[in-house]
C-alpha cells in the first residue's frame, strides 16, 4: 500500500473550463476555497485478489494442486469448455484459510490475470466465482479515471501543469462528473510525472452507456520538460507521450433527405479492390441522418444515384452495379486520406438526384 497526497477539484461541466487542481480547490463557480490536502492510501486488486502493491503477485506462492478436482460437478463443464484459458496462466495462492481459498492467475508475459475463489463446504472445495482481471488501483470512496494528453494543449516543456483528458471507468449514465469530487494524486521524477485521477462515484444505480473525457489540469511542482505522463489508473502503467499518435482517417458515409419512389431505391456506391454499393428502399429509409459505412485509408470515390428496383438486393457488387438503371441526376465525391482528421460525406438525395455534403473533424484520441 502507497501512501500519496492529493489535490482536490471539484468536477465542472465538459462545457466549462478544465477542472483544475491547483493545492485548493476550485469550486463550480470558478473561486477558491480552503481545504486540506489529507494523505490518501491506494491498494490494489485484481477480481477478488487485495493486493498492498502491483508487484506482491511476485511473492505470492505457486499452487501445485489440481483446479480441475475441486470444481464441483455442476461448474466442472464449463471449466474443461475453457480449458485453454486455465492452462494459459500460472496459479499462485493469494489468501487461504480452513474453509477458504482465493486463487490468482498470472501470465506476466502478456500481462494477463485471472482469479477463482473456492470455499469449503460438506468436506469439499466448492468454486464460488472466477474470471479475467485486471490488477487496479483502488482508493476508498472513489473510482479511477484513464487519461490521454490533450491535443488541444500541446506539451510545453516550461508549463507548471499539463492538462489531460479523464474518462471515469465506473459507470456514470454517460455523464461527466459534474458536481462529484474529483482528486488526483501525482508523483514526480526526474523523467516522469505519474497521475492517478480519482473521481467520487454516482450515488445509486447507474448506466454504462460510455463516458465523455473531461479536461483536468494537473499541476506540477516545477517545469514539466521532457517528463513522461504516466497513467497509473492501469497496471501495468501506461506512458503517455508527444507528439500524440493519431489513427488513421476514416471516411463515413451518411444518407438523408426524400425516400426514394416507389419501385425505386437511393444507392450509393463506392470504388475500389471491393467496389460495390448500397440499395435502400422506401421501406428501409429513414427521413434523419444515418450512418452506412465508413471506410479507412485507401483513397475512395463514393458515387449517390437512384436506381430502377423493386425488392432488389440490398448490397450489389461492381458488375452488378453497373448494370443498374439509374435516373435522376448523380453526384459524385472522392475522399482522399487527410492526416489528423476524419471526413464525413453525407448524401442528400432530393428532387430526383443527389449531392454530397462534406465536412472534416480533428481526430482526437
Excluded at 159 to 170: G, M
Excluded at 211 to 234: E, Q
Excluded at 265 to 287: I, T, Y
Amino acid at each position: 500500500m502507497r501512501l500519496v497526497l492529493i489535490a482536490i477539484v471539484l468536477a465542472v461541466s465538459a462545457c466549462a473550463e478544465p477542472i483544475a487542481d491547483a493545492p485548493v480547490p476550485i469550486d463550480v463557480a470558478g473561486s477558491p476555497t480552503t481545504s486540506s490536502v489529507p494523505p490518501i492510501d491506494v491498494a490494489y486488486r485484481c477480481g477478488q485478489v487485495d493486493l498492498d502493491e502491483p508487484d506482491q503477485v511476485s511473492a505470492f506462492r505457486r499452487f501445485d494442486g489440481n483446479i480441475a478436482s475441486m470444481m464441483q460437478e455442476e461448474a466442472l463443464e464449463e471449466f474443461e469448455a475453457s480449458s485453454e484459458w486455465w492452462d494459459s496462466l500460472g496459479w499462485r495462492i493469494a489468501s487461504e484459510t480452513e474453509t477458504t481459498l482465493v486463487l490468482l492467475g498470472v501470465d506476466k508475459e502478456e500481462e494477463r490475470y485471472g482469479d477463482v475463489a473456492f470455499e469449503m463446504v460438506d468436506g469439499e472445495w466448492r468454486a464460488t466465482g472466477w474470471g479475467e482481471c485486471r490488477i487496479e488501483p483502488v482508493v476508498e470512496g472513489y473510482g479511477t479515471a484513464t487519461f490521454e494528453l490533450d491535443p488541444a494543449n500541446p506539451h510545453d516543456s516550461a508549463a507548471r501543469h499539463v492538462t489531460v483528458l479523464a474518462t471515469e471507468r465506473n459507470c456514470a449514465n454517460g455523464e461527466p462528473p459534474e458536481g462529484r469530487e474529483v482528486r488526483t494524486s501525482v508523483m514526480e521524477t526526474g523523467d516522469r510525472v505519474h497521475i492517478l485521477v480519482l473521481i467520487e462515484p454516482v450515488a445509486g444505480i447507474a448506466d454504462c452507456p460510455g463516458n465523455p473525457a473531461f479536461p483536468v489540469v494537473v499541476s506540477l511542482t516545477g517545469p514539466l520538460g521532457d517528463r513522461i505522463l504516466v497513467d497509473d489508473s492501469t497496471s501495468p502503467a501506461t506512458e503517455k507521450e508527444w507528439p500524440i499518435p493519431i489513427r488513421a482517417s476514416e471516411l463515413s458515409v451518411h444518407l438523408s433527405g426524400e425516400a426514394p419512389p416507389p419501385g425505386t431505391a437511393n444507392v450509393f456506391g463506392w470504388s475500389g479492390s471491393n467496389a460495390g454499393a448500397l440499395l435502400v428502399e422506401a421501406a428501409n429509409w429513414s427521413d434523419d441522418p444515418t450512418w452506412y459505412q465508413s471506410f479507412t485509408g485507401d483513397t475512395v470515390t463514393i458515387t449517390g444515384y437512384i436506381a430502377i428496383c423493386d425488392g432488389c438486393e440490398e448490397e450489389c457488387e461492381a458488375d452488378f452495379c453497373d448494370e443498374l438503371e439509374r435516373i435522376g441526376t448523380e453526384c459524385s465525391e472522392q475522399y482522399v486520406a487527410q492526416e489528423g482528421l476524419d471526413v464525413d460525406f453525407t448524401i442528400l438525395y432530393a428532387d430526383g438526384g443527389c449531392s454530397i455534403d462534406v465536412t472534416t473533424n480533428p481526430i482526437r484520441p
